[in-house]
T-cell receptor, first 112, second 112 residues
Framework: ETGVTQTPRHLVMGMTNKKSLKCEQH?????MYWYKQSAKKPLELMFVYSLEERVENNSVPSRFSPECPNSSHLFLHLHTLQPEDSALYLC???????????FGSGTRLTVV | TQLLEQSPQFLSIQEGENLTVYCNSS?????LQWYRQEPGEGPVLLVT?????EVKKLKRLTFQFGDARKDSSLHITAAQPGDTGLYLCAGEGDSSASKIIFGSGTRLSIRP
């Protein structure tokens, strides 16, 4: 248990489905992040929230929609995904600059 | 565009041997972090280095930040099977936490 909890751990969804990934942290961190990890590629930053405001959106397709209702929770809403979106989706939080991240265990997403 | 290159990509050695993995960039970073990731889990922060030339030790692991803050190395002494995993370096480029970038990782396997 790292202090950042992600659910579900595994998700299989069809291309026409709508699902949501959830991330929760009670570490008192101000910033939360969504990353995508695909085989043989570096971790790709998707979204950044700082103090519940989105501060970065790295040209992510609109079929991924983040939501940060409060400083402890972060969601990633998914709809009409493609098979190439299959990956490990990681949530992380950070207390500030130069402190590093605390990652969750990730959601292994498979789009069929 | 800032890039972090890690080498080697793969390393398989015998238990008890020493090893060094490298993280290099042409960009200057305000800090650099090392993480270890095991299968099915998120990366776990091992260390953050901030000052050029800084050396930090974590049991058998020694981390060094280059004098120019463009590169870093991780040295493991007397490797053990428990050291097996994916080692990731990540650089924080400026005052914004959203500028952290990750290398593609070194996959380390320690044979008993």
């Amino acid at each position: 248990e790292t202090g950042v909890t992600q659910t579900p751990r595994h998700l299989v969804m069809g291309m026409t489905n709508k699902k949501s990934l959830k991330c929760e942290q009670h570490l008192g961190h101000n910033a939360m992040y969504w990353y995508k990890q695909s085989a043989k590629k570096p971790l790709e930053l998707m979204f950044v929230y700082s103090l519940e405001e989105r501060v970065e959106n790295n040209s992510v397709p609109s079929r991924f929609s983040p939501e940060c209702p409060n400083s402890s929770h972060l969601f990633l809403h998914l709809h009409t995904l493609q098979p190439e979106d299959s990956a490990l989706y990681l949530c992380a939080s950070s207390p500030g600059e130069n402190y590093g991240y605390t990652f969750g265990s990730g959601t292994r997403l498979t789009v069929v | 565009t800032q890039l972090l290159e890690q080498s080697p990509q793969f390393l398989s050695i015998q238990e008890g041997e020493n090893l060094t993995v490298y993280c290099n960039s042409s960009s200057v970073f305000s800090s650099l972090q090392w993480y270890r990731q095991e299968p099915g889990e998120g990366p776990v922060l091992l260390v953050t280095v901030v000052t050029g030339g800084e050396v930090k030790k974590l049991k058998r692991l020694t981390f060094q930040f280059g004098d120019a803050r463009k590169d870093s190395s991780l040295h493991i002494t007397a490797a053990q099977p428990g050291d097996t995993g994916l080692y990731l370096c990540a650089g924080e480029g400026d005052s914004s936490a959203s500028k952290i970038i990750f290398g593609s990782g070194t996959r380390l396997s320690i044979r008993p």
